[in-house]
């Protein structure tokens, strides 16, 4: 089967409604995810959105907020223009539909997160995401030129080289095979712009609070179609997720500590005041390693996030999800401390773009989670990920739409999806044990504390798994299950080989054998060139 469509979207988070919604008006979408549409990572987000409300706002306490959480790594021009962006990302959102809360005298009601030096979080109660995701749903399925292909997940990019069988002087996305999950067949997509809008990759790790669709596939397949990516080894790690032994990892929003809750000991002893200057509100990475340090040192499986002396109805009324979720494992915040632990929680680095977010393969646009931009750096300011998710789908609307305009190229003649001599598996064991054992060695090795010794035998473990990876796929029939474990494996590689890089501790990168920030030596992006093509 073969499709075809001006623009090719594959993820339905904010990223790619976003960009949908931009270009749905000038030709035809056809928007792929490979659950339901609004199950995302979007559709999770508790905090919010960081803004500065109006053109008259403070973009340079914005502007200062997010470098000194990227520990200097964020480019400058990058911070500068996605802030000033967030007016207008504002405005496009409530003219899609969102509702963000408003206080007593009908203003909207900014809330403040960690590393944050001022109110600027747009929110809509703890439920930001889910209410974005609801509107930007509602506005692409009553879109006449949106096509809208659920169940379906990417197995790989088509590029003018890999059509050609061989190199040429600027390769081009020219679309992607996408596997329909519930008929098991492969469709190949022609496209004139194909965008990668697939999230993050925290199931690479055994401990996160990512929904199982983020397993890195935008970051893989991009990197197999010889696009790079820059800063894999900043991973975050959130600090303050449920710990329950009967729940699924559930993020317990910064906005918590926004509002005055306390990380405490199982004793009650507030840790965070001697950690960092803006205690329990300190950047991300700081207090994700002062809680792992708390737990290693006093042998706890936990810490304590404490708001009980605000009122239980400020409490139910602030964080209506937080609460119930709480509730329904026993735990009433309202008048205990609610058990928490770090947990892989969001990819600052990915597919290196422009600022248009476009990768080194021409008409590859990488939006959102997927994609290294620059804004982030070592660590990402809180809420910055929403901004960054519309305002580069903006940015690549606008360049897309320019090139459509000037030069629309022609659909290309695509070899369909040959499965040659493949067969169905029996051995599906094969691939939940991989799987497991990938995200475990990650967890272990490749987590909030590291060192050259647990990294290298962590690289040595992926490689020989993806050599069973390898064989296994292309002598067996596709699955999800298959792809996403080729994926993750990527992936964790593609982490472990930049923390090898990496001599220094910076952000979320900390190692045992290089305990101190370098700027003098490495105050750079590190970047792994896109997987070479072979023919």
Request: aromatic letters at 8%.
């Amino acid at each position: 089967m073969k499709l075809t469509a001006d623009f090719l979207v594959i993820g339905s988070g904010i990223a790619g409604l976003s960009y949908a919604l931009k270009v749905a008006d000038k030709g035809s979408v056809l928007l792929v995810t490979k659950r339901q549409i609004d199950y995302t990572a979007t559709s999770l987000a508790q905090g919010g959105i960081a803004a500065v409300a109006s053109e008259q706002g403070d973009f340079a306490s914005h502007v200062e907020d997010t470098m000194v959480a990227g520990a200097d790594l964020s480019h400058p021009d990058i911070v500068d223009l996605t802030v000033r962006k967030g007016p207008q990302a504002i405005a496009d959102l409530i003219s899609w539909g969102v509702e963000f809360s408003r206080n007593d005298q009908n203003e909207y009601d900014m809330t403040r997160e960690g590393g944050h030096s001022q109110r600027r979080i747009f929110h809509a109660k703890d439920a930001t995401g889910r209410e974005i995701e609801r509107a930007l749903v509602a506005a692409a399925t009553r879109h006449p030129a949106i096509r809208i292909l659920e169940n379906h997940i990417a197995v790989d990019l088509i590029t003018e080289a890999k059509i050609r069988q061989t190199s040429v002087d600027e390769n081009r996305c020219l679309g992607a095979y996408v596997l329909d999950i519930e008929q098991q067949e492969v469709i190949t997509i022609g496209a004139r712009f194909t965008v990668l809008a697939t999230g993050g990759a925290g199931k690479v790790y055994l401990y996160t609070c990512n929904p199982d669709v983020a397993t890195g596939d935008g970051v893989a397949i991009a990197w197999r179609a010889g696009a790079a990516v820059a800063n894999m080894e900043f991973m975050q790690f959130h600090p303050t997720t449920l710990y329950h032994p009967k729940a699924k990892p559930f993020l317990i929003s910064e906005a918590v500590r926004g509002e005055g809750a306390i990380l405490r000991r199982r004793d009650g002893t507030a840790f965070m005041n001697d950690q960092h200057s803006l205690k329990d509100l300190a950047p991300r990475d700081i207090v994700a390693r002062a809680i792992d340090h708390q737990m290693k040192i006093y042998g706890d499986d936990c810490v304590f996030l404490d708001i009980t002396h605000k009122s239980a109805d400020y409490i139910q009324d602030r964080f209506p999800t937080i609460y119930e979720t709480c509730l329904s494992y026993g735990i009433d915040m309202t008048r205990e401390p609610i058990p928490v632990v770090p947990a892989a929680h969001y990819l600052c680095g990915g597919v290196q773009v422009d600022s248009y977010g476009e990768s080194g393969v021409r008409d590859l646009f990488v939006i959102g989670e997927s994609a290294s931009t620059g804004l982030h750096g070592a660590n990402r300011l809180a809420s910055n990920s929403l901004l960054e998710g519309i305002v580069f789908a903006s940015r690549a609307a606008e360049i897309s739409l320019q090139r459509l305009v000037a030069a629309r190229p022609d659909f290309p003649d695509i070899v369909p999806w040959d499965s040659g001599d493949a067969t169905n598996s029996d051995e599906e064991v094969i691939v939940a044990h991989n799987w497991d054992e990938i995200r475990r060695c990650m967890w272990n090795y490749v987590g909030i504390v590291r060192s050259d010794k647990r990294l290298s035998r962590a690289l040595s473990r992926i490689q020989l798994i993806q050599q069973e990876i390898v064989e296994y796929y292309w002598n067996f029939h596709i699955t999800s299950d298959l792809i996403e474990l080729r994926n993750i494996a990527t992936v964790a590689e593609l982490i472990v080989k930049s923390a090898l890089q990496r001599k220094e501790s910076r952000g979320l990168h900390f190692t045992l054998d290089y305990p101190q920030r370098d700027d003098q030596n490495c105050k750079y992006d590190t970047v792994i060139p896109g997987a070479t093509l072979s023919f």
